[in-house]
């Protein structure tokens, strides 16, 4: 499970920790312009358009990085926004940028983490490995949890429609799925809480984000 935990690890970092000021509209409709993620979650229409993966360009920009340590094939295309609530909306895509052509669509299918190995040498693991193309996540702050497609029971898919000029658009939806622990949990009890399976359902979901090619994540053996 290490490149679940470096995925999420870094999540935060590479979105929060640089969110700009672009501010969002007022409205409830589905327009969007460059810079913006827009979806619906759980029925509710959601706008993520601040905050960006650089601290070297403006906040619009997100990042293609080919030496990428949290990746299974060491590539990601990251897209990924906040929204006003500081909910995040990340999507990650380990292909090679200048191999997709569009239209592409990745399909993510339940996982069996139990089926999960780190020994790159075993064929089931590298088979394992390939198999995850994609992956959308949602942090919700209300409740302090991630909510990823990456799940037994989750899936999705994403769908590239243009990739000119590092430019890509597209649009996605799935099932997400988190463990939640209640933090109103009575502290006079000796045992930890048990997390409760909890899901998301994202739909109408469409982006448009100006891609940079860095690494903002230093890569370490």
Same mark, same amino acid.
């Given at each position: 499970?290490?490149?679940?935990?470096?995925?999420?690890?870094?999540?935060?970092?590479?979105?929060?920790?640089f !969110?700009g000021?672009?501010?969002?509209?007022?409205?409830?409709?589905i327009?969007?312009?460059?810079?913006?993620? @827009?979806?619906?979650? $759980?029925? @509710?229409?959601?706008? #993520?358009?601040?905050?960006?993966?650089?601290?070297?360009?403006?906040?619009?920009?997100? +990042?293609?990085?080919?030496?990428?340590?949290?990746?299974?094939? %060491?590539?990601?295309?990251?897209? %990924?926004?906040?929204?006003?609530?500081?909910?995040?909306?990340?999507?990650?895509?380990?292909?090679?940028?200048?191999?997709?052509?569009?239209?592409?669509?990745?399909?993510?299918?339940?996982? $069996?983490?139990?089926?999960?190995?780190?020994?790159?040498e075993?064929?089931?693991?590298?088979?394992?490995?390939? %198999?995850?193309?994609?992956?959308?996540?949602?942090?919700?702050?209300?409740?302090?949890? !991630?909510?990823?497609?990456? +799940?037994?029971?989750?899936?999705?898919?994403?769908?590239?429609?243009? *990739?000119?000029?590092?430019?890509?658009?597209?649009? #996605?939806?799935?099932?997400?799925?988190?463990? @939640?622990v209640?933090?109103?949990?009575?502290?006079?009890?000796?045992?930890?809480?048990?997390p409760?399976?909890?899901?998301? +359902?994202? *739909?109408?979901?469409?982006?448009?984000?100006?891609?940079?090619?860095?690494?903002?994540?230093?890569?370490?053996?």
């Amino acid at each position: 499970m290490k490149i679940y935990q470096k995925l999420v690890a870094t999540l935060l970092i590479s979105l929060v920790a640089f !969110t700009g000021c672009k501010k969002d509209d007022e409205d409830d409709s589905i327009s969007y312009e460059l810079g913006d993620i @827009v979806c619906k979650i $759980d029925g @509710v229409q959601k706008k #993520f358009s601040l905050g960006g993966s650089s601290s070297s360009v403006q906040s619009n920009v997100n +990042h293609y990085d080919d030496n990428y340590f949290a990746s299974p094939t %060491g590539k990601v295309i990251q897209v %990924g926004r906040v929204d006003e609530a500081f909910s995040v909306l990340t999507i990650d895509i380990f292909k090679d940028l200048d191999q997709i052509k569009a239209p592409q669509t990745y399909n993510i299918e339940p996982m $069996d983490y139990e089926n999960f190995f780190e020994d790159e040498e075993n064929e089931e693991d590298m088979m394992y490995l390939n %198999g995850k193309e994609a992956m959308i996540s949602f942090v919700n702050f209300s409740n302090y949890s !991630t909510y990823m497609s990456w +799940h037994p029971k989750g899936n999705a898919s994403i769908t590239i429609t243009s *990739t000119a000029n590092d430019i890509i658009e597209g649009s #996605f939806e799935g099932w997400l799925y988190a463990s @939640v622990v209640d933090m109103d949990f009575n502290m006079d009890f000796d045992d930890d809480p048990e997390p409760e399976v909890d899901s998301v +359902h994202v *739909t109408e979901g469409k982006f448009k984000i100006q891609l940079v090619r860095e690494s903002i994540i230093p890569y370490y053996n």
